[in-house]
């Protein structure tokens, strides 16, 4: 006779996780959970999305570093409903391994609950499963899904966006959870296949620092009439990702002197050999969130987030050929 647990699957050490995670929310445990619409909307509109951390979690897995790309996790998401206008509702996540190991497991489930809160959201739950053959002993999958909601009227969407109108820029953290297998390359050229052995405890902490969630930074600023789109940059670094919060015949146009300088940044182009075109498509370059706002209320947002926002660009037309979002030296 084959049992379960000797064919690769360990049920109690699913339950032994579940019991010790059920204090972070108490919804835990169940087949589902519920959580109800807030009574003060009038027309209720729900956001969702959904994300992973890329291969940042391969570094995580591999140097130890389970607290954090917890936070990771549920600021990819969250960051991402924010755009609408958004309040953040709940998370959930799901986790898939080949081998589940309950001391790590937790480490990175309480570091999502951490992030829910920070995000003020509610764990709602989630999934592990424990998939040997799929995925080899070591090794994890992270994903998460996050919903929030938007009063109808108040949906942020780029729709109104004007010639002229301020591109505002809040600072990223560091790289965020977006081009790390270009990263890893550049570990691999720096410091050779076991770059994970090798890499100065100084550096790490700037590769592995935490997604920024903006749900405090954004929540502060919405009741500014003149907030026409915002944007996470995310995948496709700036080039990818502000022009999605304009409309087609607009673009984007930002001045490359103003964005702030991380040392990560300057160490990753440096050591990568990469042209500025390479950056701006990879990688967030100091801008964790972009604004599209009526010039008129830069100077309160300003007064509101401190030095979190920068001003980068301002918004024109655009012809057919041109470009969706144009950086100047």
């Known amino acids: 006779m084959i049992t379960y647990k000797e064919s690769g699957v360990d049920v109690d050490a699913g339950n032994e996780l579940v ?64 755009c609408s206008g958004a309040k953040p509702l709940f998370f959930l996540d799901y986790m898939a391994c080949g081998k589940l190991s309950v001391d790590t497991a937790t480490k990175m489930i309480e570091g999502i609950h951490k992030a829910c809160k ?11 499963a424990e998939m040997p053959g799929m995925y080899d002993v070591g090794k994890y999958d992270l994903a998460g899904f996050a919903v929030g909601v ?11 966006v004007q010639d002229g109108d301020v591109i505002m820029g809040l600072r990223s953290s560091g790289l965020h959870s ?44 919405l009741h500014l009439s003149g907030i026409r789109g915002i944007s996470h940059i995310t995948g496709g670094g700036l080039l990818g990702n502000v022009h999605r919060s304009i409309p087609k015949m607009k673009k984007a146009v930002i001045q490359s002197s103003k964005l702030p300088k991380l040392p990560i940044m300057d160490w990753i182009k440096l050591n990568g050999d990469l042209s500025d075109a390479e950056m701006y498509k990879t990688f967030n370059c100091g801008i964790g969130m972009t604004l599209v706002v009526n010039r008129n209320i830069t100077s309160e947002i300003c007064e509101i987030l401190g030095d979190e926002v920068v001003n980068i660009g301002h918004i024109e037309s655009r012809d057919f050929e041109d470009v969706h979002v144009e950086i100047l030296t």
Do not use: W
Not at 36 to 49: F, G, H, K, N, R
Not at 118 to 128: P, R, S
Not at 150 to 160: A, H, S
């Open 118 to 128: 920070e995000a003020d959201c509610i764990l709602l739950g989630g999934e592990t």
């Open 178 to 221: 977006n081009g790390f297998s270009l990263v890893r390359a550049i570990l691999t050229k720096v410091y050779g296949d076991n770059y994970f052995e090798k890499v100065p405890e100084s550096l790490l902490d700037m590769i592995m620092e935490p997604t920024k969630i903006y749900a405090d930074s954004i929540k502060k600023i």
């Open 150 to 160: 938007v009063e109808k009227e108040k949906i942020i969407g780029g729709y109104t």
């Open 19 to 82: 019991n010790k995670i059920k204090p972070l929310s108490s919804s835990i445990g169940g087949f589902s959970g519920l959580c109800a619409v807030p009574v003060e909307y009038t027309q209720p509109v729900l956001v969702s999305s959904t994300d992973g951390v890329g291969t940042k979690l391969l570094i995580a897995l591999k140097t130890k570093r389970y607290d954090t790309i917890g936070t990771d996790l549920v600021a990819m998401c969250v960051n991402d409903i924010l």
